[in-house]
């Protein structure tokens, strides 16, 4: 199994640009999440999506749009860039039948925006 | 909302001795406190977790109390080793059969002098 996946690792924009984040699970979990790391931030909850079909807002969705395209894939999508969203970027993904509430993560995405 | 507060933000401790990270949290709901280690560079993994129903749980080396009445938890790392040098976080949430959000404090960066 890979786990939780995300594509690209690194990104580059400018402002204004657009972008999506994708993330991919292949453990069969319900619920996914995006959160973004800022340096002495800690991990700040983004959206989350409790099972196929249902998004929900976290600390900080504003900028942001998410889509649980399907049990496997949940994306985010940045419609309009701006230099206070370089972060990385964390998709995570449980299970709270089998696993409880922990949260396996992605390899992270660094983005940055210029 | 839930806020989980944690101290010291960082932590510099010498080999063999032990090291205590502290968290509060303001939702009385909450009832599950995971604790995730990041070394540099990856992504945070899960070392250890308690249910509101549990005082003390332990692995080897690693240990969380929870006192519910005080709202705080707490991890501690005994007999620490180079290899404990990283950044943990702390955080807390409803759990449940349902997806609920998992908030994270704002990290210990732990040092472990040789």
């Known amino acids: 199994n890979a786990g939780v996946t995300q594509t690209p690792k690194f990104q580059v924009l400018k402002t204004g640009q657009s972008m999506t984040l994708q993330c991919a699970q292949d453990?069969?979990?319900?619920?996914m999440y995006w959160y973004r790391q800022d340096p002495g931030m800690g991990l700040r909850l983004i959206y989350y999506?409790?099972?196929?079909?249902?998004?929900d807002k976290g600390e900080v969705p504003n900028g942001y749009n998410v889509s649980r395209l399907n049990k496997r894939e949940f994306s985010l999508r940045l419609e309009s860039a701006a230099p206070s969203q370089t972060s990385v970027y964390f998709c995570?993904?449980?299970?709270?039948?089998?696993?409880?509430?922990?949260?396996?993560f992605g390899p992270g995405t660094r983005l940055t925006v210029l | 909302g839930e806020n989980v507060e944690q101290h010291p933000s960082t932590l510099s401790v010498q080999e063999g001795d032990s090291a205590v990270i502290k968290c509060t949290y303001s939702?009385?709901?909450?009832?599950?406190f995971p604790w995730y280690k990041q070394e540099l560079g990856k992504r945070p993994q899960l070392i250890i977790d308690?249910?509101?129903?549990?005082g003390e749980k332990k692995d080897q080396r690693i240990a969380v109390t929870l006192n519910k009445t005080a709202k705080h938890f707490s991890l501690h790392i005994t007999e620490t080793q180079p290899e404990d040098s990283a950044v943990y976080f702390c955080?807390?949430?409803?759990?449940?059969?349902?997806?609920?959000?998992?908030?994270f404090g704002s990290g210990t960066r732990l040092s472990i002098r040789p």
């Open positions: 939702d009385s709901a909450s009832n599950y």
């Open positions: 453990m069969n979990h319900n619920s």
């Open positions: 995570a993904s449980s299970d709270q039948r089998r696993a409880g509430n922990e949260q396996f």
């Open positions: 999506s409790a099972s196929e079909g249902t998004t």
């Open positions: 308690i249910r509101s129903n549990v």
């Open positions: 955080a807390a949430s409803t759990g449940g059969s349902s997806a609920s959000k998992i908030i």
